[in-house]
């Protein structure tokens, strides 16, 4: 007998998925076009209150560190609820957050504003859930990837939008502009699941969930998913740790001011967007999920490898670049994978762990690279990345091997 407690694993769509993605995908990228304004002007909305490295930092990590308390959460609640619910609230918490962040009067209440927009807006787990509902599984990491691009589309526009508003001269208020900018945009992103996004789940009886401890404890020791959340934690502290002290990198060793450090990210966000539109899926689907995560880390070892020794911009675009590639030809198949060994029951508890590991890895990175950057050298944080990066290429290998007879988590 029905109950409204229960979620059917394969529902079928009320849409058409082709239609019911692309609307989710429009609806993403507006969001992510403001969440890209917001992420380069961070260290100088940071320096605008004369902070020190390490709050500048704190401020970077803040939102990561709301994610890794509000992913899992969220994941597991549109398990047991539906999707569409979740996002209208989370995507609504977004745009209160930004606005108070234009008005924040000192560091310590941007902090908290920070945190709880994290906490409150940690949705990616979400997301990905509503595309694995839809897709089937050969598709997802192709399915996966077009999410990407329309993140990545969103810090073409978004980091561009953000320099040329941004007026770093009056202080704290010279960024209250790019931040209502990004409320907006986010309140339309509500507006617009609200409207035009359909439920892609069905209630029926007898869901049982974990708590996230017991859902943790039970993640690392899966043979493929406790090897991809290591990889997330250790890509995701290396990657965060090189974008937020770029800005800094690039004043140092060139000059640069916001409008550089913007224009670095829009390239890296043109290599994203292409990257996932028109080569992982592909690749994925010619080469294996596995083998194509391994060739992404160790593409973007190279480059974090190669930066310090970059002579001018057109260098650095280039490398950043091919990091970005390598970060797009891998983490779609995260998901992918980590779908494959998940009860359909659980998709968006399993994905909201994995999510919420690369939000501990976004709290990690900024503050380790800022202190390492800080104390020993303003090319540390490159260094530092590559170390922690190269052991994700044998993660994934070695998630890869065990895929095919790992039991469902």
Known sequence: MASPDRLLPEPKPQSPPDAALSVLLVVVFMNLLGFGIVIPLLPFYGRSFHAPPWQIGLIFSAYAMGGFV???????????????????????????CYAGMAFAPNLIAAFFIR??????????????????????????????????????????????????????????AGFRAPFLVASALGGLSALGVALFVRESRHRVTGLRQLNRFAMFARGVRHPVIGPLLFLTLAAGFAFTGIESTFGFWGQSRFSWGARQTALVFACVGVTNALAQWFATGRLSRRFGEAPMLACGMALTVVAQLALPLASGFFAVATLMSLMAFGQSVAFPNVAALISRVTDP?????????????????????????????????????????????????????????????????
């Open 115 to 172: 945190f709880f927009g994290g906490m409150l807006a940690g949705n990616g787990s979400v997301v990905q859930g509503y595309i694995t509902d839809v897709t089937p599984p050969d598709e997802r990491a192709g399915k996966l990837a077009r999410l990407g691009v329309a993140f990545n589309i969103g810090f073409i526009v978004g980091p561009t939008l953000g320099g040329w508003l941004a007026q770093p001269g009056l202080g704290p």
């Open 70 to 96: 509000g992913e899992p959460f969220w994941g597991r609640l549109s398990d047991r609820i539906g999707r569409r619910p979740v996002l209208i609230s989370t995507l609504a918490c977004n745009c209160i």
């Open 345 to 409: 029951e659980r998709q968006g508890q399993a994905l909201g762990l994995n999510n919420a590991m690369g939000a501990l890895s976004r709290f990690l990175g900024p503050v380790c690279a800022s202190e390492t950057s800080s104390l020993v050298s303003v090319n540390a944080p490159f260094w530092l990345a590559s170390l922690v990066m190269t052991p994700t290429i044998l993660l994934a290998l070695r998630a890869g091997r065990a895929v095919r007879r790992a039991p469902l988590l």
